[in-house]
Every structure is written in C-alpha cells, then in structure tokens.
C-alpha cells in the first residue's frame, strides 16, 4: 500500500518536475552566457508566451488542471530565471571557471592608485545603458564586511559607490557598479544625487 501510495505521488509530481527541467533547458544560454538578454527579452519570451497561451487553452478545453499547473510551475521558474539571470550564473561561472578567471586577474600588474586588481565578471545592458559586474581580488578580506551587510557603499580599493558586494570566496568578490557606471568612470554626479536621497546616518 505505501508503495503505491508513493508511486501515485511521484506520477502527481512528474508533471511539475519535466516543467521545471524544461523551463532550466530554455534558459540555460541565459544562464551561461551574459550578452543574450535581448535575445530572450524579444525572440524567446514572446514565442514562449504565445506558446503557453496555447498550451492553456488545451488545458481549459480538455479541463485537465494538471497540465495548467505545470504550465504555472514552468512559467514561474521562466520568470525567476530570467529576472534573477546574475544570481545563478554567478555560481556556475564559478564553479566551471573560476581558476581561470583567478589567473586573468592575479596575471595583471598591480594597481598603482591603490584599486584592487579586477576583470569583468558579469553584466548586461539595453540601448547603451549597461550595468556592469566585476570579479575582484581582495588579499585582506577587506570586504567582507560589505558582503555581509549587502548594502551601498563607498569602500577602499573601488573607485565607485556600488550598490552591492557578494563574496565568492576567500579573497575573492563580485562587485556590482551601478547602471552606467565602471571601473574607469563614475558619475559622480549620480553619486552626490543618491547621497541626497539616501543620507547617512547623523546627516
């Protein structure tokens, strides 16, 4: 009786899981390569979009809810895939190519103005209005702290106010500058702007 039982609740999930595997399949460029969001933004979403729309209707008509909750479980993992691309290809691209991303920088000379040695980790962008991610190497761990706050900041050996820092490992962080902002240029003009807006305590 139990195994039966368990074998009708796997046959209840199979549905979902094909759905979410699918959903990982699609997107899975995405998650590899950085520079496909318009493809997907233009091409891929909308074709998947008239196809579940599709496949909703067969549900509706067939009165099968079953194949419109998968259709639910695909669509919500597509969503989260394609908002949240940075946070799962980070650890993929970490952990496929991390040595040789570690060689890239630790190769570069040092930094005469004090900035910490980088490459380009990740980024994205429409129309010219790029946002951008940076692999940095930090001997002292002197960002730690920032990783673990997740907040803005200012911070010693990057020349920009970033919104946010993430630790990959020992002596290793992702850096991310705000949207047209990079390691060679800030705006300056946008950092006293979002100063004004966000004072810091004792302002």
């Known amino acids: 009786m139990t195994d039966k039982t368990a074998e009708t609740r796997w046959l209840d999930l199979r549905p979902h899981l094909y759905a979410l595997l699918a959903a990982i399949v699609v997107f899975l460029p995405l998650l590899i390569v950085s520079n496909l969001d318009v493809l997907y933004l233009f091409i891929v979403a909308p074709i998947l979009l008239i196809i579940g729309l599709c496949v909703l209707i067969y549900a509706a008509v067939r009165r099968n809810p079953r194949v419109a909750l998968a259709l639910a479980v695909f669509w ?8 949240y691309p940075s946070e799962v290809r980070s650890p993929i691209k970490w952990l496929l190519w991390s040595s040789e991303y570690k060689k890239r920088v630790l190769a570069q000379p040092n930094p005469s103005n004090s900035d910490f040695k980088h490459i380009e980790w990740d980024g994205w962008g429409l129309a010219g209005i790029d946002t951008t991610i940076y692999l940095v190497f930090d001997p002292t ?6 990783a673990k706050s997740h907040q803005p900041g200012k911070f010693n050996g990057i020349p920009c106010k970033v919104p946010w820092v993430r630790r990959m490992q020992s002596h290793w962080y992702t850096v991310m500058f705000y949207t047209d902002e990079n390691w060679g240029g800030c705006s300056f003009e946008a950092d006293r702007l979002r100063s004004q807006k966000n004072p810091s305590p004792g302002q």
């Open 76 to 83: 919500t993992a597509s969503a989260l895939l394609f908002v």
């Open 141 to 146: 761990d002197s960002l730690a702290a920032a």
